[in-house]
């Protein structure tokens, strides 16, 4: 089953508290979001392995350990999860960025692929599928699909704030997937939002309405 992992790292918890903020204009949301986007990084990447190298530091020859080379690739999901984009690379920048877009078809209510590009090299990479609001889960489970479907064997979900119905929604979906979150929210109100949240999180990253 998927284990859910709530980052409640007090710089996390002190910047998601201006992130909610309605008073936070663009600038200042998008670079939380960047930082915050990077804080996480630095704990979803905790069980990455190791190898010793050999180095010679001015003193002697020591032991010490590098990253492995296992290969990493994000897909942030248009377009909010650009949000992220840039605070997750500032830490694991040999990353390869695939992109995924998503509507909601009005009709039927189903997330719909507009836009899709993957690393090539997809099924050899751990992916970090990216998005700043777990919600329905309806968007998360169906870019989770996509990536799974292009080859991706090794998948993990990075969000700022979920709500309990979208977090049941994508454990149910993708059981294998392990699921990174900033702030556990309390519910999801009728038009969808998350409660408390912070509003629509692109019109907040780009300042559209
Ligand atoms: N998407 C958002 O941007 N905000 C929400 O509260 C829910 C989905």
Known sequence: MSKVHVMDH?????????????K????EFRELVDEVGMLMAYEVTRD????????????T???AKRLSGKKLGIVPILRAGLGMQEGILKLIPSARVGHIGLYRDPETLEAIE????????IEE????????MLATGASAVEAITAVKKRGA????????????????????AHPDVDIYIAALDEKLNEKSYIVPGLGD?????FGTK
Not at 24 to 27: A, N, Q, R
Not at 48 to 59: A, G
């Open 10 to 22: 007090p710089l996390i918890q002190h910047k998601m508290s201006y992130i909610r903020d309605e």
């Open 114 to 121: 507009y836009y899709a590009k993957f690393p090539g090299d």
């Open 201 to 205: 999180a692109g019109d907040r990253l």
């Open 61 to 63: 020859r020591t032991t």
């Open 24 to 27: 936070t204009g663009t600038k």
């Open 48 to 59: 990455l392995s190791l190898e010793d190298v050999e180095v010679d530091t001015p003193v």
């Open 125 to 132: 990479r751990d992916m970090f599928v990216i998005d700043p």
């Open 153 to 172: 064997t090794k998948v993990r979900f990075i969000c700022l704030i979920a709500a309990p119905e979208g977090v049941e929604v994508l454990k149910e």
